[in-house]
């Protein structure tokens, strides 16, 4: 029988960028424990159901599997998110639009719009930290919306409310004090598709017509439309684009566009306010 010590030598073959950490992730999922777990009883049997279970997993992330897929879980926000091969795998850097939409005065009431939810990261950290906020989140796929509203009972946040539009399409006459998103960006044929756990999440979510722009663009003009006069739009854009987005939103009629930077120095969100 295999003790824990012995499977993480295993994992150390992996050919991935942190093949030590995937393998303590993978056998604290297996075994129903945290990682510090591992460290503590570094030397205790590991059954052999579970062991298998381990191994299972340990081949399907040589062959490139996300982490987040195989556990089916991924934080985000503090908050611990269900993903599955329907969503994007939150990520750290989608956090800086989360913090600046916290930073905006908006009223106690606001109402918020999280367009293109996937797991629901973006919609429930907000709800997480703004109980009196109204926050509407829609995404076009109905597999995705299953995986975020679960979420969002996992979280007890009964004010997030789920919704399928495609962008605004089922929003008719609806406004907004905030409107926020993590749209497709990338450009068809873009090398990094075909790297990493990119080639396992959803095209979908994933890829975007004009060299990436064309749902930023859609989402741009649209809002005009759907945001109270002073609401303000933040999306979330390639670390390439924030030239391009911010053009788009003063051409649009926006003030007080602006660019966010990630923790790696980035430029990863922009936005402006709705002219009054």
Aim: glycine fraction near 10%; aromatic fraction near 6%; hydrophobic fraction near 40%.
């Amino acid at each position: 029988m295999s003790t824990v010590r012995e499977l993480l030598r295993r994992a150390e073959d992996l050919p991935v960028d942190t093949p030590r950490r995937d393998g303590e992730v993978l056998l604290a999922h297996c075994l129903g424990k945290d990682r510090a777990w591992l460290y503590t009883w570094p030397d205790v049997p590991v059954e052999d159901g579970e062991r298998a279970h381990f191994e299972r997993l340990l081949a399907a992330r040589g062959e490139g599997v996300p982490v987040a897929y195989l556990t089916g879980h991924r934080e985000f926000w503090s908050l611990d998110l269900a993903v599955n091969e329907h969503t994007l795998i939150p990520r750290p850097e989608t956090e800086t639009l989360v913090q600046w939409a916290l930073a905006l005065a908006l009223p106690d009431a606001a109402a918020a719009l999280d367009l293109g939810t996937g797991s629901g990261a973006i919609a429930l950290a907000l709800g997480s930290e703004r109980s009196g906020w109204r926050i509407t989140a829609v995404d076009n796929s109905e597999s995705a919306l299953a995986v975020a509203a679960e979420n969002g009972r996992r979280a007890g946040l009964a004010g997030v409310r789920f919704r399928h539009s495609d962008w605004y399409r089922a929003l008719t006459g609806e406004c907004f004090h905030l409107i926020v998103g993590n749209p497709p960006y990338v450009a068809p044929g873009d090398p990094h598709l075909r790297e990493g756990d990119l080639r396992f999440e959803p095209a979908s979510a994933l890829v975007a017509a004009e060299g990436g722009l064309a749902d930023l663009t859609a989402i741009i003009r649209g809002a005009v439309d759907h945001l109270h006069p002073g609401g303000w739009l933040l999306l979330e854009h390639g670390f390439d684009q924030g030239a391009a987005v911010r053009d788009l939103l003063r051409g649009a009629g926006f003030r007080a566009v602006s660019t966010r930077r990630d923790l790696a120095g980035r430029e990863r969100a922009s936005g402006g306010c709705h002219a009054e």
